[in-house]
């Protein structure tokens, strides 16, 4: 079964059998929504490598040392839906499980830590956690 973002992420997907494939459920994976899958909906392929690529620009504009990207990967929010200790202790997801981002993860040299990237079409997320995401913290959230 393809994807219909043709990125082969339908083919990777370690839990596909609880959703049956976006293109059997028009794009929305768990019930949830694909930035891809809207991407391609709405203008096809070249949209999609557009919106990637203008991503992966802003990420690297945003002068954080140690963030730059080449690549991101369509993530699955449930994998990625850290729970991040606010100022007055609350602790709060800012993804949706049941959705899919554009992402990566990139090492901290020297450090056990890992920065995190997760975006769609209205919000960048940076942030920084330890080993299996523990102790995240949010470096940058900003809506796009």
Do not use: H
Not at 114 to 121: E, F, K, M, S, V
């Amino acid at each position: 079964m393809e994807s219909l973002c043709e990125t082969g992420c339908c083919g990777r997907c370690e839990r596909r059998e609880a959703c049956g494939g976006c293109i059997q459920n028009d794009g929305r994976p768990f019930g949830g929504s694909c930035v891809a899958a809207r991407l391609v909906k709405a203008g096809g392929a070249a949209l999609l490598g557009d919106a990637k690529q203008k991503l992966m620009d802003e990420i690297n504009a945003l002068s954080i040392e140690g963030v730059q990207v080449s690549d991101l990967y369509l993530l699955s929010g449930c994998y990625i839906n850290l729970a991040y200790r606010l100022p007055n202790g609350q602790q709060v997801k800012l993804l949706e499980d049941k959705n899919v981002y554009w992402g990566n993860q990139i090492e901290i040299p020297g450090s056990d830590r890992c920065y995190g990237i997760a975006a769609d079409d209205r919000f960048l997320l940076v942030c920084q956690y330890g080993c299996n995401g523990a102790d995240p913290q949010i470096i940058l959230y900003k809506g796009r």
